[in-house]
């Protein structure tokens, strides 16, 4: 199972669901996304508009300061 990263902790709502759905879109079935956000906004809405859309949340952790990774099933 292949494992893709997307930082967009330089981008703000809605880009951040955006870009990430882009992302996953090119993924197969099975594969993951491991995504670095903002707390705030992005995190509160990546994770509930992924799971809105059929995604699966596998994780979410806290990696430093305000920046966590969201790990994202297709």
């Given at each position: 199972m292949n494992t893709y990263k997307l930082d967009i902790t330089e981008e703000h709502c809605p880009m951040t669901f955006v870009k990430t759905k882009l992302e996953l879109t090119k993924?197969?079935?099975?594969?993951?996304l491991e995504v670095l956000l903002k707390e705030g906004e992005p995190l509160d809405n990546v994770p509930k508009s992924s799971e809105e859309q059929g995604f699966e949340i596998v994780e979410i952790s806290?990696?430093?300061?305000?920046?966590y990774k969201v790990i994202i099933k297709k």
């Amino acid at each position: 199972m292949n494992t893709y990263k997307l930082d967009i902790t330089e981008e703000h709502c809605p880009m951040t669901f955006v870009k990430t759905k882009l992302e996953l879109t090119k993924l197969n079935p099975g594969e993951i996304l491991e995504v670095l956000l903002k707390e705030g906004e992005p995190l509160d809405n990546v994770p509930k508009s992924s799971e809105e859309q059929g995604f699966e949340i596998v994780e979410i952790s806290h990696v430093e300061n305000d920046i966590y990774k969201v790990i994202i099933k297709k």
